[in-house]
Structures are given as C-alpha cells and as structure tokens.
C-alpha cells in the first residue's frame, strides 16, 4: 500500500491495527446497483474510493437498497412517475456467512451483510457491507426493510435506521473487526451510538451508565452533518422513539439530552456522542453552528473523486501533460501550464459526447459550437431551476445576443415531494413555451450517474441557483471543475470557497428577492459569459485552465480524506499517544 507520495507503507503502527468503520444511509458504489439517490450517496462512494486509494484501514456500512431508489420516467408535460430499480447483490458481491440481530417494536431482526470490494489505484481493499433483513427468519414486513432508499413513512425510515447503525455495528462485531474510529456519515447512522453504550455497559440496567462510560462512546465517535436547516434533520415522535426502539432505549436517550422540542433528533444524538464534528464546506460550518451553538463543529470541504468524474479526453490529456495528477490530485495545479489548444480539443470531444447522448435519448440535435449551460441537480424547491426563466424575454435578447443558446435540464424529485414535481413540470412547460431557434431547452430523464458524468463534463458553463443558505456544499460544480467547466453560480456552498470571479466562473449576486439574483444572472450571462465565449476563444481556454488547477486541484476527496484522516480519524494528540509514523500522513 502507497503513501501518496507514492512508496509502500504498513498501516501496522495505527492504533491496535483497527479500522474506521464509515456508516453512510446510501452509498455510490457502482453504476448498476442503485444504492443511492444523489449527493450524498455520490460524496460517500467517492470518500471511499479515495480511501482505497490512499490505503487507508477503512471499512463501510450501508443498507442494501435492493429496489433501489426509483427510475424517473417524465411524460410530455413534464409529469414525473416512479418505478422500482431492482439489481441483484448476487451479481456484483458475494455474502458473508455471518448474522447479526436488532430489536425492533420488540422484535428480533436478523440481518445478513452483502461484501463489495472497492479496489485503490495501487491495490488497496476497502470492503462496504451492504445489510440486508430479506431473509427467511424474518417477518414479511422486516424482510423489505433493507428494499427501498428513503422509502415509506417516518416508521420505515426510525426502522431502517436501527438496521444500519446498531445492526452495523453488531456486524462489525461478528466479523471480528476491531474498530477504532467509528464515522457517521449523516445523522442517518446516529444509533450506532446507542449499541456502543449499550456494548460498553455490557448489557448494564438503565441508570446505570457513567460519564466515563459516554466519554468512551465519543472517544470513538466522528460525526459529518451535511443539513444546513433545521427540517433537513431526520427527527422522530417520543411515541415513535418508545414504539419502535423500546422505552428503556427511550429513556436513556432523553437522559442523555438528544431531544429537542419533544422529538428525538439523530444530528443532536450523533453530536452528543462525537468527540469531533464536522460540516462540509466553510459557509455551512457556520450555518451548523448556529443551529447548534452547544457544540464545536468544524468544516472539511467536500471534494469528488477525480478519476471517476474526469472524462476519458481531459484524463488523456492531463496524463500526458501532468501524469503525477493520479496519485496526489494537487499536481492538477499544475494544469496552469496546459496549452489553449489542449484543454480546447479535450473539451470538444466531451461536449459532442454529451450532445450524442442527448439526441439518442430525445432526438434534439444541439450544435457542439454553441455555448451550453447546463444544470442538473435534485429537483428541490430551493435550488430553484426555475430562476432562469423569471424573465423570459430577457432570456430571448440573451439568446439572440449569443446567436443561439443552449440549456440542458435535468433532475429528480423525491417521489413525496409534491413541490419538487411541480417544480419540474413547471421546468418542462416553460422550456416548450420559450424554445426556438435560437434558444434551445431540454429537460433529460433519470438524472443518474452516467449522465451526471457526461453533464458535467460536457457542457460549457454549469449553473447553479440555490437559495442561501440552504446549500451545504454542491458536489456537481466540483466535477464540472474537474474537467475545466467553470460555475455561474450563487455564492452558497462550495462555490464561497471556489470562485475567482472572472477566472474560475462568477458569482450570482446576492439579493433581496428572486427577481434580483435572476437580474444578476442575466447580467453575468449578458456581459460576461456571452462575450467572452464569442468572442476570444483562448481567454475561454485560459477560464477553462484556471478552473481545473485552481478548483479541481481542491475540491477533490484525494484532499479531502487526508483531511479527515488528519482532523477527525487521527488527529495530532491522538497520534502522539499511539506514535503513528509521519511518513503514514507524508503528502
């Protein structure tokens, strides 16, 4: 196993050889299982192919999703309806021979674990367990617990919840790992915490537990938020809690202070029993703090694995150019000294890739020569894909100004978020009212992963509207950086961080209402975007250059798991108790 640097090491010298166990709700492990919905699974699954990378002692845990999240299928008005996405586990792991058992209302679930492989650059294994409770010896209603992502009501969801952290953490156990860290990945696995008190008391009555016992919990224990409001946080019923997790559990979590406004809340519960917490860029590390001015919640920006999202032209060209990129992604710095005509022919074959795909799919041929936008995200009312239409004849003079103008559409919305269906109908309708020869609108079915890499490769400029502050991070703008495309974006999230007006993208202003942020996008699109790319190609290359050295070089997980190696796993006073070796952390 390498350091980054790129000599083998032994991960011998780590605290009584342990691992990080890494608990994540959905993880993106690969393109044919469907066991994520976006973002966050998307974060999680480029985290641990870093780690693989890196060679770091990590494992993961997740929960099957054997029917996966959902297919979207839009009708001509813009209409969303869902079908199931089931996979078979059988064609991409193999099955452990171990079980574990939860208790749930009172009942014993047993759970079997499916084993990925994720394999590093140099040869590193970190396996994700994929729990699973279709098994025989189980209830019909707990043996679809493990089926759907984010499916069913807030039952389902307190239910799926014990299987992954507690049920987690007995797998753990009955696979013979000895942990040393424990990371929470969302307050989705906050329960985890629960089954440590529970292992640590040794099955001790209620009451009974120490402040030494609950130190011993956080001293273990590291937490991720990635919630910048308070509704965001999953958040259940005290008969609910009493219900499903049992009273004495009940009980022991109200004692320990992880209710808020008569609910018990899981960010609060995983904070209580964190020795570290973190949010995932600078800006929503304020935003967690104010939200929970008790605790110390650090920030670690939220990066994308480079080789997964870079595509096939930019890596052939930055291997030629910058072959050290792959084992330590800082070198994309270097990506200053690529010349114009390099960057230019690598992004013109992802774009017409792109366009390629977009006739096969809908039969709209887009010219490869005109600036497209692009912009593809979960259809939440707040990142407001609308916002580019407030001012309809404002987009035509646009248009008209740029000869033809381009935009390609995408996203899914929960299939219970009513706001979010309208809001793409909405998408869909206005892009049929204002398309014409000169601007050119298409809204693409079942955003996923293979069409988010080619989105973000491909087109011109990415766009992104969110309302402040209810971005934590956006990992979308990071993979367009990572092939060169610069942000039109709100100066929310990541994008705080990553703009260089002018020379990475440019910022939307911030303003009173809607209609003020939609006139500053327009004005940027008019009197920035527009121009520069008509009418000086090379400045445009030169835009494209400074985003993938000054963005991509950041905003990557080969950085971001060093950080949280260094910050959260092991962090300096821990590893000056275990003597772990410098060159283990050598950049």
């Not at 009940?250 to 406004?261: S, V, Y």
């Not at 035509?396 to 109908?425: C, F, M, N, S, T």
């Not at 006139?519 to 090379?538: C, G």
């Not at 905003?555 to 300096?572: E, G, H, I």
């Amino acid at each position: 196993m390498p350091t980054c640097a790129s000599k083998p090491f032994s991960y011998d010298s780590f605290p009584t050889s342990g691992h990080v166990a890494y608990f994540s709700m959905e993880i993106a492990i690969n393109p044919g299982m469907n066991t994520y919905s976006g973002g966050l699974g998307v974060l999680a699954g480029d985290t641990l192919r870093s780690a693989a990378d890196l060679g770091l002692p990590l494992i993961a845990f997740t929960l099957l999703h054997r029917k996966g999240y959902f297919q979207q299928h839009l009708a001509a008005d813009g209409t969303q309806t869902e079908d199931v996405q089931p996979w078979n586990p059988a064609e991409f792991c193999h099955e452990e021979p171990v079980r574990a058992t939860v208790s749930i209302e009172g009942r014993t679930v047993a759970i079997r674990a499916w084993r990925y492989d994720v394999k590093g650059r140099f040869g590193h294994v970190i396996p994700i367990y994929l729990l699973d409770t279709d098994l025989q010896e189980n209830s019909g209603w707990d043996r679809g617990l493990t089926d759907h992502l984010y499916g069913g009501d807030t039952n389902y969801r307190l239910q799926q919840e014990i299987v992954l952290g507690m049920g987690g953490v007995r797998m753990a156990h009955a696979l013979n790992y000895r942990i040393n860290v424990y990371h929470m990945n969302e307050g989705h696995a906050a329960l985890l915490t629960l089954a440590l008190l529970e292992r640590q008391m040794g099955g001790g009555p209620l009451g009974a537990d120490t402040e030494a016992d609950i130190e011993e919990v956080r001293r273990k224990c590291v937490f991720t938020t990635h919630t910048p409001v308070p509704a965001g946080h999953d958040r259940f019923s005290m008969e609910q809690s009493i219900r499903i997790l049992g009273g004495d559990r009940t009980a022991r979590l109200e004692k320990q202070g992880c209710f808020r406004d008569g609910m018990l809340n899981m960010t609060l519960l995983a904070l209580r029993f964190s020795r570290y917490a973190n949010a995932v860029a600078m800006q929503h590390g304020k935003v967690s703090r104010e939200m929970f001015p008790e605790f110390k919640i650090d920030s670690i920006s939220n990066g994308v694995h480079a080789p997964t999202w870079v595509s096939e032209p930019i890596q052939q060209m930055l291997d030629e150019h910058i072959p050290a990129w792959r084992r330590d992604n800082l070198y994309l710095r270097n990506s200053i000294e690529i010349p114009e005509a390099a960057i230019q022919a690598a992004h013109a074959r992802s774009k017409e890739a792109l366009l390629a795909e977009v006739a096969t799919r809908t039969g709209h041929v887009f010219n490869p020569k005109v600036l497209t936008l692009g912009f593809a995200r979960r259809a939440a009312t707040y990142k407001r894909a609308n916002l580019l239409f407030t001012d309809p004849e404002r987009l035509q003079k646009i248009a008209a100004a740029a000869g033809v103008l381009q935009i390609l559409y995408a996203g899914k919305a929960h299939p219970q978020d009513e706001p979010g269906k309208r809001l793409i109908q909405q998408v869909v309708e206005e892009a049929a009212r204002y398309s014409n020869d000169l601007l050119k609108i298409v809204y693409l079915e079942n955003y996923a992963w293979d069409l988010g890499a080619m989105l973000t490769a491909g087109v011109d400029v990415w766009v992104n509207t969110p309302k402040r502050p209810y971005e934590a991070s956006g990992t979308s703008g990071m993979k367009a950086a990572l092939n060169g495309v610069p942000s039109l974006s709100i100066l929310d999230g990541w994008w705080i961080e990553g703009c260089i007006e002018g020379y990475t993208g440019w910022a939307i202003e911030d303003g009173a209402t809607d209609t003020d942020e939609a006139t500053s996008l327009y004005e940027k699109l008019e009197n920035a975007v527009v121009p520069l790319y008509l009418q000086a190609p090379e400045k445009w290359a030169r835009l494209m250059r400074n985003t993938l050295a000054f963005n991509g070089s950041y905003f990557n997980t080969n950085r971001m798991v060093k950080q949280y190696t260094r910050n959260a796993y092991y962090p300096v006073h821990i590893l000056e108790h275990t003597k772990v070796h410098e060159e283990v952390f050598a950049d």
